[in-house]
């Protein structure tokens, strides 16, 4: 993904000429936020989180997935805002598909589904304990997140494009934020623990395995609803912005560009 990125820069189809306006002001940050999503996801996957998580920690569990799906998407869709979508004549039937599990509505109830499908009891168990079952779960929590902050962040625009409005963006992410709200109550409230291969596992720290899941559950809650909060105020924020001040922003640097 550095690689694809870094060429698409060379290319130009991620270039200075582009309009970032609606996040920020200078092309500059793409780059940063791109390289920070992908520096967070290789520490979910590959740092003690990931491992604590398949041996002996469910919140550290929790943690990995609250970083590839809610905290690593954005990021990286931040890092490609404002670039030159291929020409709509090419991979039409794929460009269909994606406007449809992109629009906002049914972005949220894929989000949560598929949270809410991998959380059941013996499905979770089985990715534990089955490599290939956990790579999957991994590659649906990081394609879903890219699904649900799709909306949101609008990174790939032409003429042609439905922009999605603020209070659409702010209604959808309030409600996708409910699911993971009420599982994670669920985590910290049940009497006794969920997942019997985190029963067997080793104690590490003295944390029992009842008092783990409920840190899991405060984490759900807390990640998950810092991350829809600071969104939610990032888009209210650009109701106040300029509009016809970032089209001049964005017809400068174009100009700029072409000099």
Request: no cysteine.
């Amino acid at each position: 993904m550095a690689a694809a990125y870094i060429i698409a820069m060379r290319r130009g189809t991620i270039g200075p000429a582009d309009d970032v306006t609606p996040w920020f002001r200078h092309q500059r940050w793409r780059p940063v936020f791109f390289f920070t999503g992908l520096l967070i996801t290789f520490i979910a996957l590959e740092s003690p989180i990931d491992y604590a998580g398949d041996y002996y920690l469910f919140s550290m569990h929790m943690v990995q997935h609250m970083l590839l799906m809610m905290v690593a998407p954005p990021l990286l869709l931040l890092g490609i805002a404002g670039a030159r979508p291929s020409p709509r004549e090419r991979h039409s039937t794929l460009r269909t598909v994606w406007w449809a599990v992109t629009r906002p509505w049914p972005a949220v109830i894929i989000f949560n589904a598929v949270l809410l499908l991998w959380h059941i009891p013996s499905l979770y168990d089985t990715t534990l304990r089955v490599v290939p079952v956990h790579i999957v779960e991994h590659i649906s929590f990081i394609l879903v997140g890219v699904i649900l902050w799709w909306p949101v962040v609008d990174p790939i625009r032409d003429e042609r494009t439905h922009t999605v409005s603020p209070l659409t963006k702010i209604a959808a992410l309030s409600l996708a934020g409910i699911p993971p709200t009420v599982l994670g109550i669920v985590f910290a409230l049940a009497p006794a623990p969920l997942y019997s291969f985190y029963v067997q596992a080793p104690r590490l720290w003295g944390i029992s395995a009842l008092t783990d899941q409920q840190y899991g559950g405060v984490i759900m809650l807390g990640v998950g609803n810092i991350a829809y909060f600071i969104a939610i105020i990032v888009v209210f924020m650009r109701l106040f912005s300029d509009p016809g001040r970032d089209e001049e922003l964005a017809a400068d640097r174009i100009a700029e560009a072409l000099r």
